[in-house]
């Protein structure tokens, strides 16, 4: 095997085949074969040049030091070839991705296994961009790497789409929480204190004609009024969600919701710190959902509701043992939407298990600290 160092690998990717093909003539007598490793080496220049015009490519040796990089890797990294080859791509390092995201990808190419995914770059001037990765491992006689192509396209415009996608729909999540504080505070406080009032007006009424039936009647409808529209301004948003956090909220609502639809509600919870009104909304929002769902479709006596608080995330699950679905048949209504990009907007992750007559478990893991999509990643 002729082994080329990095200093002329350049030379070596398809851009030496007439000078291959000159040698071979001296070397081969074989008319046919000679033609058939003519077109073989032909193609190989014409996928390099397809390669080269539509990619970023990179080739490494198998400790990860750069070997070769075409022009379009220069372009967007506004490194020139000298200063990147020998290097290896902690040159291009952004800081975003934490080590066990580098660990993961080179566990999974020394293992001889194709790595794709996403990668965020900072180029020599400073600025970021994104690139969509494909690392493809070329392997020995023995099994194991000893080089490594990379092929890449640039996805910063989109990565900055779904960026300003993602920051968007935090503003209408806000906005629509507002607007349900604003309208169930006037239902509470509005029309469920006008009701108040003429309740008291009845009592009087009722008190000075001796329980005329039909004033007697007419205050039991008024009561009932009353109680649709404390019911109705909770659903839209319980004030003791701002007054005193997610948990005693959502004790309420489990007992309202068992109390209502006869389904038991075992609530484990050892959540004791505050997380700032997004993430507990995000929490009681996912939770309420959840548990309607189960309702609705899960046929069940009994359902179960955990709040774990751990160091770093807390971990939210709700589980029943009812009918369950088929994930791959199941249709993306409205609620399951409004769950993931709630998770979404508090940087969350939101994981919906099933099994046909075994149940649905629904998991959302909020961390503790500050969301990445309240900051800007796709610079």
């Known amino acids: 095997m002729i082994k080329h160092s990095g200093k002329h690998y350049a030379q070596i990717i398809g851009s030496d085949v007439d000078y291959l093909l000159s040698v071979l003539e001296n070397e081969i007598d074989d008319k046919s074969m000679l033609a058939q490793v003519n077109q073989s080496l032909k193609q190989l220049a014409d996928v390099k040049f397809a390669l080269d015009e539509s990619s970023i490519v990179a080739v490494t040796d198998h400790k990860g030091k750069i070997e070769y990089v075409n022009d379009k890797f220069c372009e967007i990294s506004k490194y020139n070839r000298d200063e990147l080859l020998g290097k290896d791509h902690r040159i291009i390092n952004s800081g975003h991705h934490g080590r066990e995201f580098f660990r993961e990808l080179w566990e999974v190419i020394t293992a001889g296994e194709v790595w794709r995914g996403e990668v965020k770059n900072r180029a020599k001037d400073g600025s970021f961009y994104w690139v969509n990765t494909t690392i493809v491992p070329f392997l020995d006689e023995a099994g194991k790497p000893y080089q490594y192509l990379a092929i890449r396209s640039e996805v910063t415009q989109r990565k900055r789409a779904e960026q300003e996608l993602k920051e968007m729909m935090v503003k209408v999540i806000e906005i629509q929480e507002d607007e349900r504080k604003r309208i169930s505070r006037e239902l509470h406080d509005g029309i469920g204190q006008g009701l108040f009032s003429l309740l008291i007006r009845l009592d009087r009424l009722i008190s000075d004609h001796n329980g005329l039936t039909e004033l007697t009647a007419l205050r039991s409808d008024v009561s009932g009024m009353m109680e649709d529209i404390r019911g109705l301004a909770w659903e839209l948003r319980p004030s003791v969600l701002d007054d005193l956090g997610v948990v005693p909220a959502i004790r ?54 955990m709040i774990e608080e751990l160091p770093r995330k807390v971990v939210i699950r709700i589980v029943d043992g009812g009918h369950g679905f088929i994930a791959s048949e199941a249709q993306r209504g409205v609620g399951l939407f409004s769950m993931e990009e709630r998770a979404r907007s508090i940087g969350g992750q939101l994981d919906i298990t099933s099994q046909l007559g075994k149940g649905t478990a629904v998991q959302l893991v909020v961390p503790k600290e500050a969301s990445k999509y309240q900051s800007s990643d796709a610079t």
Request: charged share 20%; glycine share 4%.
């Open 252 to 305: 309420t609502y489990t007992d309202n919701y068992s109390q209502h639809f006869g389904i038991r509600v075992q609530l484990h919870c050892n959540l004791k710190s505050r997380l700032g009104i997004m993430k507990e909304t995000a929490i009681y929002r996912v939770i309420q959902e959840a548990l309607t769902n189960i309702a609705k479709y899960a046929d069940v006596a009994e359902a179960e509701v």
